[in-house]
């Protein structure tokens, strides 16, 4: 598949990375917080579901919603739900003296 290597010049990227989109993703929390302590997983979880939104996003202002937040803490701290669907919305950041001009917005 062409284009797959990073490449110097990728203006694809670059350009990418400044629109405003929206996606949906399925997040398996279940292999990210396997392993961690009952008392750190819904934690854990809030973290990892902000890692991928930072991974998949490419911006550092991740911004959880309240109710993926109730919806990840909902049966408690010890019992996460295996996998969640969220939205990946990457907008632009209204706050001018912000060093980031975009954010992303998970719910």
């Known amino acids: 598949m062409p284009g797959k290597g990073g490449k110097k010049g990728d203006k694809k990227s670059k350009n990418a990375l400044n629109e405003v989109v929206t996606r949906e993703y399925t997040i398996n929390i279940h292999k990210r917080i396997h392993g961690i ?3 750190h997983r819904a934690p854990r979880a809030i ?3 902000k890692k991928f939104a930072k991974q998949q996003m490419g911006t550092d202002d991740v911004r ?5 937040n109730k919806a990840i803490w909902q049966r408690g701290i010890r019992n996460v739900p295996f996998r969640m669907r969220v939205r990946l919305s990457r907008k632009r950041n209204e706050d001018e003296d912000s060093v980031h001009k975009l954010f992303t917005l998970v719910t």
């Not at 959880?64 to 993926?68: A, F, P, Q, S």
């Open 47 to 49: 973290r990892e579901v």
């Open 64 to 68: 959880i919603d309240t109710r993926l």
């Open 37 to 39: 302590s009952f008392k």
